[in-house]
């Protein structure tokens, strides 16, 4: 029995000493991604320039070991807007994004006060631009219901760089700034129709296929962190 006592005591010192190794940071933040990348539509093979700007909030978090080692997670969500998205019949449409980011790098700065360091990053994000609208239709005098809707999937990986201050014991500011290359992506244009005939719901749907890639994502945020 005293040696099994023992050898929980060494482990509860054990995992404690680890503990104190590391410094964690858990955030909240307001983003600006802003995308440059290109697509090209798989049937026709006709190119396009894609540019975006979000806007949105995260969460994120920040593993420091006292080595300087550190890892990176980030889970950003938001609106998202474009000139050269065509969905929403005008000059600029709104969607919504989601992101989700993880890497790891090293602290130059790592004190009771600042941090400051860098992280190599990979991540991927979905984005969706939907508009529904009623329409009747010539040929069979109906009403159809049409949602068209643009969805699209990219992978990034690059880098982000990042500075927290210490207010309090457990509560501080910081800003961050991350640039990736879209190394590749792909998504789908498609409109669905709607109506009512003879008390029978009917619908079509179709689609055209499209490949994103190249170019950057550019992603400032500034938010507060609690540090434990």
């Known amino acids: 029995m005293k040696k099994i006592i023992l050898f929980m005591l060494l482990a509860l010192g054990a995992v404690q000493a680890n503990a104190k190794a ?11 991604p802003i995308v440059d990348t290109s697509l090209k539509m798989e049937e026709t093979g ?31 969500i ?15 449409n709104v969607g919504f994004y989601e ?10 700065v790592n004190t009771e006060k600042v941090l400051f360091g860098v992280a190599v990053m990979g991540g991927a994000e979905i984005a969706q631009y939907e508009d529904d609208y009623t329409k009747r239709n010539v040929s069979d005098d109906l009403k159809h219901k049409y949602t ?18 210490n207010l309090g014991a457990h509560f501080g500011l910081f800003a961050s700034a ?3 290359y879209i190394y590749g992506g792909a998504g789908q ?6 109506w009512t005939q003879d008390s029978n719901k009917k619908s079509s749907t179709s689609s055209s296929d499209f490949d ?17």
């Open 22 to 32: 590391w410094l964690n940071y858990a955030g909240l933040s307001l983003n600006v």
């Open 46 to 76: 006709e190119k396009q320039n894609l540019f975006e700007i979000g806007y949105g909030g995260g969460v994120s978090y920040i593993g420091v070991h006292r080595s300087g080692f550190l890892v990176k997670a980030d889970a950003l």
């Open 78 to 92: 938001g609106a998202i807007t474009s000139d050269d998205v065509e969905i929403q019949g005008s000059s600029r």
């Open 178 to 180: 991350g640039a990736r």
């Open 189 to 194: 244009i498609e409109q669905k129709d709607e």
């Open 99 to 108: 992101n989700l980011s993880a890497g790891a790098g090293y602290a130059f």
């Open 212 to 228: 994103l890639s190249g170019k950057i994502v550019v992603s400032p945020s500034i938010g507060v962190m609690w540090h434990f």
């Open 148 to 165: 068209d809707s643009m969805t699209f999937a990219t992978g990034s990986i690059g880098g982000d760089i990042f500075f927290a201050y």
